[in-house]
Structures are given as C-alpha cells and as structure tokens.
C-alpha cells in the first residue's frame, strides 16, 4: 500500500498536470481574428466538468490545447487531463484545436472517437484520422441519469450499444470517475465491468470515465 505523503505527491501531480489552452468567444476562425474575440491563454488545472463548464458560461466557444495529447496506456497526467477537458468540451458543444499523438495503434480502436476530432494527428495512419474526421457526431458517446441508474448510449463502433448501470457500488464511483479515480482505489467488480465495456480509459496509475454526460439531444434520440 503507498505511503500517504506518496498518496499526497500523486495527487499533487494530478492537479497540477492541467493543460494550458487558448480560448476564444467564437468557432469562426475569421471571427477569431477581430479584436476582442481571443481571450488569451489559461491554465485548466481544475475538475474538467467545472472547468469547461465555467469557460461555456462565459462565452468560450473554441479552445486550442497547446501541447499533443497523447492517446495511448502510457499517456502521462497532462493527457490525460487533456482528454478528460476534450470531453467536456465535446459534450458542451465547444470546439477544439488539438494534437493527437498515437503510436502504440490504440487510434484504430476508436475508444476515443466520440471527442472532437484533431486537427493534427501523430502515429495514426491517415485512414484512421480521416476516418475519425468523417465518422465523428455530437453525442457518439453519451450517458443520462435517471432515478437509480445510469444509461450509456454509445455509437463509437458503429452500431449502438446500450449499458445500464445500477448496482449501487457502480455508481457510487462514477462521479470520481469523471475526474479520473487510482487504479488501486476502484473496486475489483467496478473495474472490471467498465472496462470490459470499453467506458474507461487508463492512463497516467488511474482510471478514468469515456462516455459524455448528454445536456441535450442534436438529432432524435432513436439516432443518437
């Protein structure tokens, strides 16, 4: 078991791995060069879900992260930090300037085909890349609360899978989730379960929540 100053530096190095990102009030990028659209740069080194949505509130409507994300198992925090921040900002409807890096193949597998698709692309062939241009909607990839449960509607791999969670020690975790959760500390059972349905990603000694939380249906829900 790690040591609690070991636990305290781990932490430590999670909030502090926040990417940097410039924003902007619009998605146009000749709108983004008139005076008083760029907003400057900005450190995202809070909860992803708190953080995107604070920028939305203020009229942030495209953000670019400033350093490659890297998408593979031995992503490092700010990565992962960085992928977490893209799927809130997918889910709100912000668009995204970003890098992907990928060379381990873990592109091919389309886990993160429901974020908003990069601009650039490292290790992934150009099929895979333009496959996710083409292939990427609003919504891909989405979960809705209801009273005791929770559902997953996801389309990554073409068809739509549908996943309820209700055990009561699921979803006691997925909030932590959301913000990403060290391995050791998720339950056997939860573990398993979610990833054997591909709704988490690890990197970085912690797990961490795919699926966006839906704010509202872009086509009929059938669809989505």
């Not at 619009?26 to 400057?40: C, H, M, T």
């Not at 490659?68 to 668009?95: F, N």
């Not at 692309?121 to 909607?137: K, L, M, N, Q």
């Not at 996943?163 to 979803?171: K, Q, R, S």
Request: glycine fraction near 8%.
């Amino acid at each position: 078991m790690p040591s609690r100053s070991a636990e305290r530096t781990d932490a430590g190095v999670w909030r502090a791995a926040g990417p940097e990102a410039e924003l902007w009030l619009d998605y146009d990028p000749a709108v983004r060069e008139l005076p008083g659209i760029a907003l400057g740069r900005r450190t995202l080194g809070g909860p992803a879900g708190e953080e995107i949505t604070e920028l939305h509130r203020a009229g942030v409507r495209c953000l670019r992260l400033t350093e490659p994300v890297r998408l593979c198992a031995d992503a490092p925090a700010a990565s992962a930090r960085a992928l977490m921040l893209l799927r809130e900002a997918t889910g709100q409807g912000l668009a995204v300037l970003w890098h992907a890096v990928c060379t381990d193949g873990c592109a091919e597998q389309r886990r993160f085909h429901h974020l908003y698709p990069p601009e650039e692309s490292t290790g992934a062939t150009a099929e895979v890349a333009a496959d996710w241009r083409a292939s990427y909607f609003p919504s891909k990839c989405v979960y809705r609360r209801g009273p005791g449960f929770v559902e997953v509607r996801d389309r990554r791999f073409g068809t739509l899978e549908l996943f309820t969670i209700d055990e009561p020690g699921h979803l006691a975790q997925l909030d932590a989730l959301a913000d990403g959760v060290e391995l050791g500390r998720l339950p056997e059972a939860v573990h398993r379960d979610l990833a054997e349905a591909g709704l988490i990603a690890e990197q970085a000694g912690r797990a961490w929540f795919l699926p966006m939380r839906v704010r509202r249906w872009p086509f009929p829900s059938l669809t989505v």
